[in-house]
């Protein structure tokens, strides 16, 4: 009886110690730097600048992606972060994105 009890409880630990760490799964993107973003601390750069690129055609009402001038886009918003690391993404967007026609 006590040594089903002991493998119950060691059986248990084993579980549990096997069991992954879950990391951070939200992150508000209006609060991503530049310098995090370019240095992967949030996340995948890519996977980022997709979700940028979607949140800035929904601004602008679009379903089109060009995707010659995403990839144009992403690496004017690379060369801009270079220079200013401590502003958030969002912002950087703001201020750059072209109105609309």
């Known amino acids: 009886m006590r040594t089903t009890r002991m493998a119950g409880w060691a059986l248990a630990l084993a579980l549990l110690a ?56 992403i690496q004017r918003l690379k060369e801009i972060c270079i220079r200013n690391p401590d502003i958030t993404l969002m912002k950087l967007i703001e201020e750059h994105e072209k109105p609309k026609k």
Do not use: M
Request: hydrophobic share 40%.
């Open 18 to 73: 096997g069991t992954p760490a879950t990391a951070q799964t939200t992150v508000d993107a209006g609060k991503i730097t530049c310098d995090q973003w370019l240095t992967f601390k949030v996340a995948d750069p890519d996977n980022i600048a997709i979700w940028l690129s979607g949140w800035v055609h929904a601004r602008q009402n679009s379903t089109l992606i060009d995707l010659q001038q995403s990839k144009a886009n």
